[in-house]
Nanobody, 115 residues
Framework: QVQLVESGGGLVQPGGSLRLSCAAS????????MDWYRQAPGKQREIVATIGSGGATNYADSVKGRFTISRDNAKNTMYLQMNSLKPEDTAVYYC?????????WGQGTQVTVSA
């Protein structure tokens, strides 16, 4: 059974940093591309960053240069380092991975950027 568990969210001031983690089980983690999504109140869920099984990365334009996605296959864990946070980064952050026939999601972790 696929299980994804996010952690590391919280309240941070604008300009601050947070590191999110996503611990995976029930999958061959090293073989899976992994994604970070976020959903702000009243908005659709959007993709933030993706890391392939080989480590290739892609980012949404809104976070390029501020966020870094990474993975540690030995720990079955993915990370999202978030720097220079802005109020518009406030959202619930979800990790996800596609295992046919669908995306599998974690429960999410709240990130709030506010003074």
């Amino acid at each position: 059974q696929v299980q994804l568990v996010e952690s590391g969210g919280g309240l941070v001031q604008p300009g601050g940093s947070l590191r999110l983690s996503c611990a995976a089980s029930g999958i061959i983690f090293s073989r899976n591309a992994m994604d970070w999504y976020r959903q702000a109140p009243g908005k659709q869920r959007e993709i933030v960053a993706t890391i392939g099984s080989g480590g290739a990365t892609n980012y949404a334009d809104s976070v390029k240069g501020r966020f870094t996605i990474s993975r540690d296959n030995a720990k079955n864990t993915m990370y999202l380092q978030m720097n220079s946070l802005k109020p518009e980064d406030t959202a619930v952050y979800y990790c996800a991975t596609y295992i046919p026939p669908r995306l599998h999601w974690g429960q999410g972790t709240q990130v709030t950027v506010s003074a």
